[in-house]
């Protein structure tokens, strides 16, 4: 389907997310990080290249409206940061006003529309680390937040809500792909050496190309991904 996909729209570049199978990054040109979405897209724009990018519309349409580039977005969503409701974070931002507002662009555009900070998980964390706010309304997943008491912990942290006021988990931002990944499973990896994945060679030599592509780009213009406090990202108003 996402073939058929691309194949409609032969004049644009193909631009993927680095969370897609090696099937869908064969099929594209560039993947992208979050923290390098931004400079890579602006810098296909400033070629005059047209874009088709996947899977996230969220994230699309916030790399849209940052660069004015000519994007079409496929219609795909995280389901994590895809719960996140704007109105509900209104109401959690009124009874918290010193609360600085930190979301990943993967969500909603009335959550993006309210953040402080935009921002990929790195740079998230590195806002409250080095922010000066006494407390932080964070949209991600939930198991940042742990790292984050770690590192940060004097400052006060407030799960973003997921759902309304008559719900039984007012927050329930769990990645139940994410959570398959324990500390017991990483050690039998690592005793065992396995268990091996084998990509076949024209997925992986396809993928391969459009990954090292990205990372060409960020050998070539590494001050592309310099940003003021450590890598975030200051949002300038509603996206």
């Given at each position: 389907?996402?073939?058929?996909?691309?194949?409609?729209?032969?004049?644009?570049?193909?631009?993927?997310?680095?969370?897609?199978?090696?099937?869908?990054?064969?099929?594209?040109?560039?993947?992208?990080?979050?923290?390098?979405?931004?400079?890579?897209?602006?810098?296909?724009?400033?070629?005059?290249?047209?874009?088709?990018?996947?899977?996230?519309?969220?994230?699309?349409?916030?790399?849209?409206?940052?660069?004015?580039?000519?994007?079409?977005?496929?219609?795909?969503?995280?389901?994590?940061?895809?719960?996140?409701?704007?109105?509900?974070?209104?109401?959690?931002?009124?009874?918290?006003?010193?609360?600085?507002?930190?979301?990943?662009?993967?969500?909603?555009?009335?959550?993006?529309?309210?953040?402080?900070?935009?921002?990929?998980?790195?740079?998230?964390?590195?806002?409250?680390?080095?922010?000066?706010?006494?407390?932080?309304?964070?949209?991600?997943?939930?198991?940042?937040?742990?790292?984050?008491?770690?590192?940060?912990?004097?400052?006060?942290?407030?799960?973003?809500?997921?759902?309304?006021?008559?719900?039984?988990?007012?927050?329930?931002?769990?990645?139940?792909?994410?959570?398959?990944?324990?500390?017991?499973?990483?050690?039998?990896c690592l005793q065992t050496q396995g268990p091996e994945i084998q990509v076949p060679d024209p997925i992986r030599h396809g993928a391969v190309q459009c990954i090292e592509r990205m990372?060409?780009?960020?050998?070539?213009?590494?001050?592309?991904?310099?940003?003021?406090?450590?890598?975030?990202?200051?949002?300038?108003?509603?996206?």
């Amino acid at each position: 389907e996402f073939a058929a996909f691309c194949d409609a729209h032969p004049d644009r570049e193909v631009v993927v997310y680095a969370n897609t199978s090696a099937a869908v990054k064969a099929r594209a040109d560039w993947m992208v990080t979050s923290s390098c979405a931004l400079p890579i897209v602006a810098h296909l724009k400033s070629l005059g290249r047209k874009i088709l990018w996947a899977p996230d519309r969220h994230l699309g349409r916030y790399i849209q409206e940052q660069t004015g580039a000519d994007m079409l977005c496929w219609s795909g969503a995280c389901i994590v940061h895809d719960e996140f409701k704007g109105t509900e974070l209104s109401l959690l931002r009124q009874k918290h006003p010193q609360a600085q507002v930190l979301v990943h662009p993967e969500s909603p555009a009335a959550v993006v529309a309210q953040a402080d900070v935009v921002g990929s998980t790195s740079q998230l964390l590195q806002a409250v680390i080095h922010g000066d706010a006494p407390e932080y309304i964070v949209a991600t997943d939930n198991g940042l937040m742990h790292r984050m008491r770690q590192l940060a912990g004097d400052k006060v942290l407030i799960e973003a809500p997921t759902a309304g006021q008559s719900a039984t988990c007012k927050s329930c931002a769990h990645c139940p792909w994410m959570a398959m990944n324990g500390l017991e499973n990483l050690v039998h990896c690592l005793q065992t050496q396995g268990p091996e994945i084998q990509v076949p060679d024209p997925i992986r030599h396809g993928a391969v190309q459009c990954i090292e592509r990205m990372l060409d780009f960020v050998r070539q213009h590494p001050q592309t991904l310099t940003r003021k406090v450590e890598g975030f990202v200051p949002h300038q108003g509603a996206a």
